[in-house]
């Protein structure tokens, strides 16, 4: 842990030389964001084993990415560099300022897709961890028109509703489907509002929590409601949802036992 630390002082050390350096050399060059410092080593141990979770779960496979708001700095967030989410250690988060600029990029890619990030933190002050993924079972409900609804007490946090983001509204026509920017990030902020997840048309989902156990418990359950919810309608026309009643309900007694799973999970994740 104290590794952990120690490496970050003299990244930010590197870093300052390097700024000072590129200042002489390109004056008009923008300025890297200041660092928060260290994160609390628990939470970047938090941040791995999140992802390898995702992965284990069935929703991040090559693709995808989580994200922690920094423990010292509510405008500074961590996240990975642009790699595989199984593949992610310690040494491969980074930090970055609320428009999604690298705290500390030296010649590491980042996510295309880290606006999406950037832009809910702004506008979620209650939010501390943000999932985006591709996860197969919610897509059709992303492009049928079909809304997902929590069909049982695991999925209770649905009870809001999940809103459809339609990237060709916001890009104003065609795109590439990347939300490869602040002004679509923005958007896709909006279309979340208030709610736990927001579905992105052609593409996957975004899901919030206060905690990376809450985003990481969210997505694996979303993933599992949008798979229960297609049966049940191949069964029947007529299906029975919690009422927004229940679903309060039971969301609180559940979001209570969250750590049982997360426990578990993240033991197999980080044995590996
Ligand atoms: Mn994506």
Redesign the pocket.
Known sequence: MANVTRRWFVTCGALLVTAAAADLEAPRAQPAPASAGPPDPKLVEDLVAANRILVDQGVLDG??HVSARHDRDPNRYLMSRSLAPELVTAADVMEYDLDSNPVDARDRPSYL?RFIHGEIYKVRPDVRAIV?N?SPSVIPFGVTGVPLRPLYHMSAFLWEGVPVFDIRRAAGGASDM?VRDSPLGRALAQTLGSRTAALMRG??AVVVGPSLPHAVFRSVYLEMNAKLQAQAMAQSASVTYLDPEEARRAEASVAGTLGRPWELWKRKALAR
């Open positions: 693709y995808g897709e985006h591709h990347l593409h996957g």
